[in-house]
Structures are given as structure tokens and as C-alpha cells.
């Protein structure tokens, strides 16, 4: 059960702590931010974890990248290393909404591949971002059941069945905007049980088999590797998630970011989110 | 129950600085957060956020939750207390030790473990469901359970905390002239324990009105049905401030009135 995005939406986001990526780069953060809660032991901390490492700051990319890209990045991360063995890419996964108010606060990330476009477009328009964003791949909706459909659900129109008990995504995050946009397109009324606060959340109820269906990302059915079954949403009532990728304005490493989003766009990166079943623009 | 010291003898006895600074310290702690939503607040939008339909039904829910929770925790959480108090018996500290495990144990663990157990697929809730059709999960007894589980060990302690401390003579005296065991419990064990009950019941329902993790892990979130105040501060925390402190301060104004009202009037136990 993944714990319901604790500080995922408060002010804690906001915080430059990362799992990742602080080593370089923990004084300017610090600077920056006048994080003085962080003290002097965890700087002291960082400084004994990292300091053996020798590396330059200009080594190291920082790549803020949304939750759904969690596996696809990773693969991409091993792949561009062993092209690019001078530069390492540090991945830092969040929420869309989550990475953007950590670059709007000034977050000095490198680059920032965010699960759609009105996440990117608020970057854009706070003058973050260096030249232009890309759309790089889209995701789309389908119908996830649990293992064997108890449900009998064939489609849209069973989300609209009292009996059934149905989860969508709450509609501030953006699988459950997709989610309505959906049903609207099929002109289904649904009968709502749940409005879960993100897409795993509402994956791991239709995997324990609380909930007969919900509507989550094709890669989420695909990265459960048989745990959920898919049933398959038709083009014409289906959107397209865009996600997007820019390198920032205030990037450390604007030249090792340039590199990484140059390889993203490249026949290799495109295959590695292919693999990941996500569809190429 | 509270000793009250005179004017005077407070005078000479002066607390040291050291202490007064770090109490401060301590009070700060409290206050800072409070002082952050403050600033935060939308004070021109409050009344139109107050009255919105979120707003209304979370208040419902939360409510009708709390207030269950409360009143279940009574029910089963004297008897156990009081077998725990009064009642010997092999394996009582591990009794003891479950009854708390919802203190420490992290709410959404709390609720992911009732889900496994009482869900529509649970280890109860599937026979449950064969036999009764009952589903607790994304229903209104959903959020009653879930309140249950994270509240109820405040009044467990809270009661055994006072039956301990009980002299039981006075159940003796009662019980030699004539009293039934019913009538002794009702008429002595029961007025005397009364403030620990009262403290019990008190933090009980504080507990089970904040609570968050539980509830949306077995209970789901959906507005009018589910959605608690808590859950509506988060999923508002995403979309709309203003209304997530609008909510925020509902929840500090009720919790806080209360418990100084309680404090005021029975609270003298804790």
C-alpha cells in the first residue's frame, strides 16, 4: 500500500531535500534557500558521505522526473551512463506537481520531465526553463480490474454500475483530470466509491481486489507485471497524457543537461520508453 | 485531583530560567504551526470556503465518525480496560502491548492491515461479506472502524490508568453492604473513575477526528460519503489552498474549543 503522499502536497515539497542528488550540491542548496533547519550535522553528514568522491559538480546532471517515469528512467539513467561514462545523472522522482513547486522555488535541478503539460507550462511561464520543452512520449488511459475482472467489466460503461465498486483518481492530480476527460468522451456517468490521491494508490486498491475498476495509465497496468488486468480503453474516448522535458534556465550543468535531454529524444531513449509501453510523439 | 498551591508559596518558589526558556522552547513547537496557518489564512474568502458543499460534508463525516468511534471505543474500551486492570491473567502484557500497538504503529499500516482483514478480499471481510453482503471499505463504517482502531487506545489506557489507581476498598465496602456487583460498578467504580473516563473519551474523540492515514487506506476518499476533514485538507492542499486552510482551521478551532472546554470542566485525570 503506498502511504498516501505525505508531504507530496504540503509545504515540505518546497524543502530542497532530496533522496538524491544532494551531495554535490548541498551548499548552494543551503545558500539558496537558507534551509537553516538543515543544520550543521546533516551538512557535516553529506559532507562525510560525499566528500571521498572527488567529483566536480559539472559531473553530475540532476534530472527532476515525474513518478510514472520511475522505470523508464532508470533503464534510460544505466543507458546514458555507459554512453556518456564522464556524466552522471541523478534521478530525482516526484510527483509532477510536487517537482514543479520544487523548481519554482529554486531547486537547482538540471532538467525536468514532468507527467503533462500544465505542470511544464508553469515553469515555462516563471522564465525556468532554457529555450524550448519537448513533448518526448505520451502515456495513455486504460481500465485496470483485478485478476480474473469479479467485476465483469468490459468497458467504460460498467463504471456507471451502482453494484460495482469503482475508484478513479482525485482530480487535483492528473490521472483523475484524464480519468473524467475519459468518461466524458464516452458519455459515462460514473458511480464514484473512491477518489484516490494518486495513481498508485488507486492501483494497489484494484490489485487487492477492493475495487472492481478504476482508471489508471497504460505503463501503471504494464508495470505490475500481471498483478491488474488491462481493459482496453477505445481511441475515440481516450486521451493522451504529454509528458514533457526541458532543460533549466538555472541548471548547474546546462551543457551535461543538454547531453542527457539530447539522448531522451534519441532513437536509443525513445526505444527504452517504448519498452516501457509508453507511446512515442 | 490537581494539588493547588497558594499565591505565595508560587512566589518563593520561582521556577529556574533554564526551564522557563526551554518550556517556551516547547510551547513554540505548538504554536509556531498554528501561527503559520494563521498567516496563511484567506480571512475575506473564510465565510464563502466555510459554507461550500466540501467544506459541509466533510464537517458531516467527520462528525458522525468521530462520534462513533467514540462511542464504540466506550463500549468494548471500559470492559477491556477493566479486565486489564482488575483481572490476572497469563498474557496479560501482551494484551496490554496490542491494545497500544495503534499508538506507534503508523496510521496507514494501521489502515493497509484492516484492509487485509476486514477488505471486500479481507481474512474476515470476505466471509463476512459472503454471509451478511456487509463491505466496510468506501463506506461511512469504513471511517468509523478506521477511527476506532487509532482512537480507541486512549480511553483503554486513560480507564485502566484510573481503576488502577482506585482504591478498591471502597468496591469492598459497597460490595459488604449489600451491593450487587452490577450495582457496585454503576454506582461506585464507574462515578469514580469518572475524570479518567471523561479524559479517555475526550482524547478518543480528538484522536478519531484528525485521523487521516487509516481512513483513506481502508476507508477511500470520496466527498460526502468518506471524505473526512483531514482527507479534504489534503486533497484540497493540491487544488486549493485557501479552502485547505479554511478546513485546517475548522479542525483547530473544534479540537481546540473542546479540549479547553473538557480541560476546564472534568479534565482533572491528565
Redesign the interface.
Known amino acids: 500500500m503506498s502511504p498516501p503522499g505525505v508531504g507530496e502536497s504540503d509545504e515540505g515539497v518546497r524543502a530542497p531535500l532530496r533522496s538524491n542528488g544532494v551531495c554535490d550540491r548541498e551548499g548552494s542548496t543551503v545558500r539558496r534557500h537558507q534551509a537553516i533547519t538543515v543544520g550543521v550535522a546533516t551538512a557535516a553528514l553529506l559532507l562525510s558521505a560525499c566528500g571521498g568522491t572527488g567529483q566536480s559538480t559539472s559531473d553530475e546532471v540532476l534530472v527532476s522526473a515525474a513518478s510514472s517515469l520511475t522505470e523508464a528512467f532508470a533503464e534510460m539513467e544505466i543507458a546514458f551512463e555507459s554512453a556518456n561514462p564522464e556524466i552522471d545523472v541523478v534521478l530525482n522522482i516526484g510527483g509532477s506537481s510536487a517537482l514543479r513547486e520544487q523548481i519554482l522555488a529554486g531547486a537547482p535541478a538540471d532538467v525536468f520531465a514532468s507527467a503533462n503539460i500544465s505542470n511544464m507550462g508553469l515553469v515555462v511561464d516563471a522564465g525556468d526553463v532554457e529555450g524550448e520543452s519537448a513533448i518526448f512520449a505520451r502515456n495513455r488511459l486504460e481500465i485496470a480490474v483485478p485478476v480474473g475482472n469479479p467485476g465483469g467489466v468490459t468497458g467504460l460503461a460498467d463504471f456507471a454500475r451502482d453494484e460495482l465498486l469503482i475508484g478513479l483518481c482525485a482530480e487535483s492530480v492528473p490521472c483523475g483530470d484524464y480519468g473524467q476527460r475519459v468518461l466524458q468522451n464516452a458519455g459515462v456517468v460514473p458511480a464514484v466509491d473512491t477518489e484516490e490521491p494518486n495513481v498508485r494508490a488507486l492501483l494497489t486498491k484494484i490489485e487487492v481486489g477492493e475495487l472492481d475498476a478504476g482508471i489508471v495509465y497504460e505503463t501503471d497496468v504494464a508495470s505490475t507485471d500481471g498483478e491488474v488486468t488491462g481493459v482496453e480503453i477505445p481511441d475515440g474516448d481516450n486521451v493522451h497524457a504529454d509528458y514533457s522535458i526541458a532543460v533549466l534556465t538555472e541548471a548547474p550543468n546546462v551543457d551535461g543537461a543538454a547531453v542527457f535531454l539530447a539522448f531522451v529524444l534519441s532513437e536509443e531513449g525513445r526505444a527504452i520508453l517504448a519498452n516501457h509501453g509508453f507511446v512515442l510523439p | 485531583m490537581t494539588k493547588r498551591t497558594d499565591s505565595s508559596e508560587r512566589r518563593k518558589r520561582r521556577p529556574p530560567l533554564v526551564l522557563v526558556v526551554l518550556a517556551a522552547l516547547g510551547l513554540s513547537v505548538f504554536v509556531m504551526p498554528l501561527l503559520g496557518l494563521l498567516a496563511r489564512t484567506p480571512w475575506r474568502d473564510l465565510p464563502t470556503l466555510l459554507t461550500s458543499d466540501v467544506v459541509v460534508d466533510a464537517l458531516r463525516v467527520s462528525l458522525i465518525a468521530s462520534l462513533g468511534a467514540t462511542a464504540i471505543s466506550a463500549v468494548l474500551g471500559v470492559p477491556l480496560a477493566w479486565i486489564l486492570a482488575r483481572v490476572e491473567f497469563r498474557g496479560r502484557a501482551i494484551v496490554r502491548g496490542l491494545v497500544v500497538l495503534p499508538l506507534v504503529l503508523?496510521p496507514?499500516v494501521g489502515?493497509?492491515a484492516l484492509?487485509?482483514a476486514l477488505?471486500?478480499?479481507g481474512l474476515i471481510g470476505e466471509p463476512l461479506n459472503q454471509a451478511t453482503g456487509l463491505?466496510f471499505?468506501?463506506s461511512i463504517w469504513g471511517v468509523i472502524i478506521a477511527a476506532t482502531f487509532v482512537a480507541m487506545p486512549f480511553l483503554v489506557i486513560s480507564v485502566e490508568g484510573g481503576l488502577r489507581n482506585l482504591d478498591s476498598r471502597y468496591e469492598g465496602a459497597a460490595a459488604t453492604l449489600g451491593a450487587g456487583r452490577w450495582t457496585v460498578l454503576r454506582r461506585v467504580t464507574l462515578p469514580m473513575i469518572g475524570p479518567s473516563l471523561a479524559a479517555g473519551l475526550a482524547l478518543t474523540w480528538a484522536r478519531a477526528l484528525g485521523e487521516?492515514?487509516a481512513t483513506?487506506?481502508f476507508a477511500?476518499?470520496?466527498?460526502g460519503?468518506?471524505q473526512t476533514l483531514p482527507l479534504a485538507v489534503?486533497?484540497?492542499?493540491?487544488?486549493d489552498r485557501g479552502a485547505a486552510v479554511a478546513l485546517s482551521l475548522i479542525m483547530v478551532v473544534i479540537s481546540l474549543t473542546v479540549l479547553i472546554a473538557l480541560r476546564q470542566r472534568w479534565w482533572g485525570a491528565l
Do not use: D, K, Y
Open positions: 503508523p496507514v489502515g493497509a484492509l487485509f477488505g471486500r478480499r463491505v471499505p468506501f487521516f492515514g483513506i487506506t477511500g476518499n470520496l466527498q460519503r468518506t489534503f486533497v484540497a492542499l493540491e487544488s
